[in-house]
């Protein structure tokens, strides 16, 4: 079928509508933003409804808890909630060495905070624990601020090399706890405040970036475990580089038995790993493999004393029980605020874009002020217990979602699985290698290294994309995970900036026997309006592009603006001073007149001037000599304008009178009054001053012929336009100003309602620019250009002709 027929046509018939028409018909209303009293005032007004839903939205647990369904709901969240709970320990103990501290506290990190986001979160799929990001962004404040070189024993007055564990463990865990309480203090600020959207500034590239380079630190960070070596710790940025360096000097004293372990460890689990997807379909729930790996391995452990008989680094102790909650030493907020404020922003981005990918799949809403509460109230509440920052996973939460999870409660049971095996289980994992939980860590950052393939997708499609892909990348690895993310997001917002700066910019043309307009660089059939350019930018028209704007401008019309100006005001200013030199001489020649009249009435002899008529001019046929040689006449003689009569003078006294610049007049012929050094002959209608000064006419550039165009109108498309500034604004008003002294008329189109306010509130409607030269559409802009300039530039046009050839729409 043809898409003409398959679409289908339409016509519609209208007046043209500029800017005040158009608030004439719809009625725009002014009043729909109250002021801020009144505004201040609803927002402390209360009332039973609005109680209601505050606290319904502060806790959103009363929301869907009363209308939970056991018979429904009960199961599914019962088996979800199991299969995420044994996620917990593995991840937990392993992601623990991630952060520098016992594992024991991974599992109080997996325990408490779920427990608070179950009373506080909106997304009912997302699973609040351990992450690989932010337990490396905590490990590298808790080494920074606690290095080993910090807790040496003490033999008598001399230091040994060997390290009190037991303090540098503790002093690690008040760093984290503390950052982990002013990490959720800023989220839960941010929060209230309404500043969810934060979270939009980290864009995908940037985020998916950003964790595969601190997956790299992870993969640094654990190799001292893998390997057996214990490589000096780095700070500051090149600290990665620094860190990878030394391992390597270090590999020959590789510790065999530890390698052995971690090698065996990464195959197992990596094959049992593509064993449980290739069955995922076929199984109910999948294979809990890292937990069969830390049982196994802690068995073989105790049965063949790796760390007795082998020197392989284990757990060592785990307490069991629940330990006191305790208030974080707040002097070491100062040291930790610039890494507590990227915990909140990185984990916020990633609880955040989890939440909103599961609600978008199950049909729910996920309030983004609401989740950043929840989150720091998560945190806030498990700093006390000593816990560190959390977030959602998405390993955990995937498992969540495809093992039946509907709602929370999921979350709670997982939670009960974790708090069984601190209570009892707990001392049972105290001969787990270490070298076993660094390569759960590795096997598990086999997602994020995929990211590297990010790449060649970005290559492909957004070359602007890949660069900050690559820039965050980089600076992460390099400056470290605070001041690389810093750094990162510096440079997107920059990279939006430019673009905003250097827009495309485009003239249009009508698509023939339709209303609309393209641009006719990338559109063959689009046709440009007779003497009429309209201009278009892709972006918004403020501060940092008016000037681009205005060359783009410029350069688009044809019209360089600017030098045409300076241009005619120059020939004005010599026009001036022609004027001026004219009614001077015109003045000394009636002088002269006066002069010779006095002088013939003296004496009785013919007068020293006479004038014969002949030839269609007038002739100087006596000069009186003493005058001719008076030097006073003969410097005004040899100035640069020349004043004689080109037409006899008529009863009433008036006479032709013609000037130049330069020359030599000849009264013998006219021929030199036809060109002067300047091109220019102005012809006056008086030789009295006022005459004169009547009939000199202003000086037009068509006139002096320095340019020819038959551009008469210009129409600003600012349909993509969604705010103005002072300076566009003032930038618009010097467009309508300039191109108005070359009689090219300036006319807006599309501009959105809130543009129109920002204007008026600019000032910038006056008496030379009006609403009236708003349009609607860019259609009622050129269909009222050509009717209003078509009887002295175009043939008139009428609303439903073509644009091009006159024949009806």
């Known amino acids: 079928m043809d898409s003409r027929q398959r679409l289908g046509k339409y016509r519609v018939e209208r007046e043209i509508l500029d800017e005040q028409r158009l608030e004439e018909l719809t009625q725009r209303k002014t009043d729909i933003h109250l002021p801020l009293s009144d505004r201040l005032k609803d927002s402390l007004r209360c009332s039973v409804t609005k109680l209601k839903r505050s606290v319904l939205s502060s806790f959103p647990v009363l929301y869907w808890l009363p209308k939970y369904s056991i018979w429904d709901y009960g199961m599914p969240d019962l088996v979800s909630g199991i299969s995420v709970g044994i996620m917990h320990l593995p991840q937990g103990m392993a992601y623990a060495l991630l952060a520098s501290v016992p594992p024991v506290f991974g599992l109080y990190t997996s325990l408490y905070p779920a427990l608070i986001y179950f009373f506080f979160g909106t997304s009912r799929h997302i699973s609040i624990g351990?992450?690989?990001?932010?337990?490396?962004?905590?490990?590298?404040?808790?080494?920074?601020?606690?290095?080993?070189?910090?807790?040496?024993?003490?033999?008598?007055?001399?230091?040994?090399?060997?390290?009190?564990?037991?303090?540098?463990?503790?002093?690690?865990?008040?760093?984290?706890?503390?950052?982990?309480?002013?990490?959720?203090?800023?989220?839960?600020?941010?929060?209230?405040?309404?500043?969810?959207?934060?979270?939009?500034?980290?864009?995908?590239?940037?985020?998916?970036?950003?964790?595969?380079?601190?997956?790299?630190?992870?993969?640094?960070?654990?190799?001292?475990?893998?390997?057996?070596?214990?490589?000096?710790?780095?700070?500051?940025?090149?600290?990665?580089?620094?860190?990878?360096?030394?391992?390597?000097?270090?590999?020959?004293?590789?510790?065999?038995?530890?390698?052995?372990?971690?090698?065996?460890?990464?195959?197992?689990?990596?094959?049992?790993?593509?064993?449980?997807?290739?069955?995922?379909?076929?199984?109910?729930?999948?294979?809990?493999?890292?937990?069969?790996?830390?049982?196994?391995?802690?068995?073989?452990?105790?049965?063949?004393?790796?760390?007795t008989n082998y020197t392989v680094s284990v757990v060592g102790e785990i307490p069991s029980g629940l330990s006191s909650p305790s208030v974080p030493d707040v002097r070491i907020f100062g040291e930790v605020i610039g890494d507590a404020f990227a915990l909140a922003i990185v984990g916020y981005a990633v609880s955040i874009s989890l939440g909103k990918t599961f609600a978008l799949k199950h049909g729910y809403k996920v309030d983004s002020n609401q989740e950043l509460v929840a989150l720091g109230l998560s945190n806030a509440v498990g700093g006390f217990f000593q816990c560190f920052s959390v977030c959602s996973s998405m390993s955990r939460s995937l498992i969540q979602e495809t093992t039946g999870g509907k709602t929370q409660m999921a979350g709670v049971a997982s939670a009960l699985i974790v708090l069984v095996t601190i209570l009892k289980l707990g001392p049972l994992f105290q001969e787990l290698p270490k070298a076993m939980l660094a390569s759960i860590v590795l096997v598990n950052l086999k997602g994020m290294i995929k990211q590297y393939s990010d790449i060649v997708t970005l290559w492909r499609s957004s070359k602007t994309d890949l660069v900050v892909w690559l820039v965050t990348w980089v600076s992460t690895m390099l400056l470290n995970l605070d001041l690389g993310l810093a750094a990162s997001i510096m440079f997107a917002v920059f990279t939006v900036i430019f673009r905003t700066q250097m827009p495309t910019y485009s003239v249009l043309g009508n698509v023939p026997g339709t209303e609309l307009y393209v641009d006719i660089e990338t559109h063959g059939e689009a046709k440009e309006i007779p003497g009429v350019t309209i201009f278009r930018s892709s972006a918004t028209v403020y501060f940092a592009n008016a000037e681009l704007y205005l060359d783009a401008l410029k350069e688009k019309s044809g019209l360089d603006i600017s030098k045409m100006i300076i241009y005619k005001r120059r020939q004005e200013a010599k026009q001036r001073r022609r004027e001026r030199r004219a009614e001077r001489r015109?003045?000394?020649?009636?002088?002269?007149?006066?002069?010779?009249?006095?002088?013939?009435?003296?004496?009785?002899?013919?007068?020293?001037?006479?004038?014969?008529?002949?030839?269609?001019?007038?002739?100087?046929?006596?000069?009186?000599?003493?005058?001719?040689?008076?030097?006073?006449?003969?410097?005004?003689?040899?100035?640069?304008?020349?004043?004689?009569?080109?037409?006899?003078?008529?009863?009433?006294?008036?006479?032709?009178?013609?000037?130049?610049?330069?020359?030599?007049?000849?009264?013998?012929?006219?021929?030199?009054?036809?060109?002067?050094?300047?091109?220019?002959?102005?012809?006056?209608?008086?030789?009295?001053?006022?005459?004169?000064?009547?009939?000199?006419?202003?000086?037009?550039?068509?006139?002096?012929?320095?340019?020819?165009?038959?551009?008469?109108?210009?129409?600003?498309?600012?349909?993509?336009?969604?705010?103005?500034?002072?300076?566009?604004?003032?930038?618009?008003?010097?467009?309508?100003?300039?191109?108005?002294?070359?009689?090219?008329?300036?006319?807006i189109a599309g501009c959105q309602a809130s543009v129109v306010e920002q204007l008026e509130r600019g000032d910038f409607f006056s008496e030379t620019v009006t609403k009236q030269q708003l349009f609607a559409s860019v259609h009622d802009a050129v269909l009222f250009c050509l009717n209003h300039r078509g009887a002295t530039s175009v043939p008139r046009y009428d609303p439903t002709l073509d644009l091009h050839n006159n024949t009806k729409f």
């Open 130 to 307: 351990t992450f690989t990001i932010l337990s490396i962004m905590v490990g590298s404040v808790t080494e920074t601020l606690a290095p080993d070189e910090n807790f040496l024993k003490r033999n008598g007055t001399n230091f040994t090399a060997e390290v009190d564990i037991s303090a540098r463990d503790s002093y690690r865990v008040q760093v984290a706890a503390a950052t982990t309480v002013l990490g959720g203090l800023i989220q839960v600020f941010l929060g209230a405040v309404k500043f969810g959207f934060v979270g939009m500034y980290l864009s995908e590239p940037l985020v998916r970036a950003y964790t595969t380079a601190a997956a790299a630190h992870a993969v640094v960070a654990q190799l001292k475990h893998i390997f057996g070596v214990s490589p000096t710790r780095f700070n500051g940025p090149l600290s990665q580089v620094y860190t990878l360096v030394d391992i390597c000097s270090l590999l020959p004293q590789t510790h065999i038995p530890t390698l052995v372990v971690s090698a065996v460890t990464i195959v197992l689990l990596i094959a049992a790993k593509e064993l449980n997807s290739f069955f995922s379909a076929k199984l109910p729930v999948p294979i809990p493999v890292e937990l069969i790996t830390i049982v196994a391995g802690t068995l073989i452990s105790s049965y063949t004393h790796l760390n």
């Open 586 to 747: 015109a003045k000394r020649q009636a002088k002269r007149e006066r002069r010779a009249q006095r002088a013939a009435k003296k004496l009785s002899g013919p007068p020293e001037l006479s004038v014969e008529e002949g030839a269609g001019c007038w002739k100087d046929t006596c000069i009186d000599e003493a005058e001719m040689e008076d030097p006073g006449w003969t410097e005004r003689e040899n100035g640069t304008v020349f004043v004689i009569p080109t037409t006899p003078r008529t009863p009433d006294g008036q006479s032709r009178w013609e000037y130049l610049k330069g020359g030599d007049p000849d009264c013998t012929s006219l021929d030199w009054m036809t060109e002067d050094q300047d091109g220019d002959t102005t012809t006056l209608g008086s030789s009295t001053e006022d005459t004169l000064s009547r009939d000199l006419e202003r000086v037009s550039l068509g006139s002096l012929g320095k340019w020819t165009w038959d551009i008469h109108s210009i129409i600003l498309d600012l349909s993509t336009t969604n705010f103005i500034d002072i300076v566009a604004i003032k930038t618009m008003k010097n467009i309508f100003k300039d191109f108005s002294e070359i009689d090219v008329d300036i006319y």
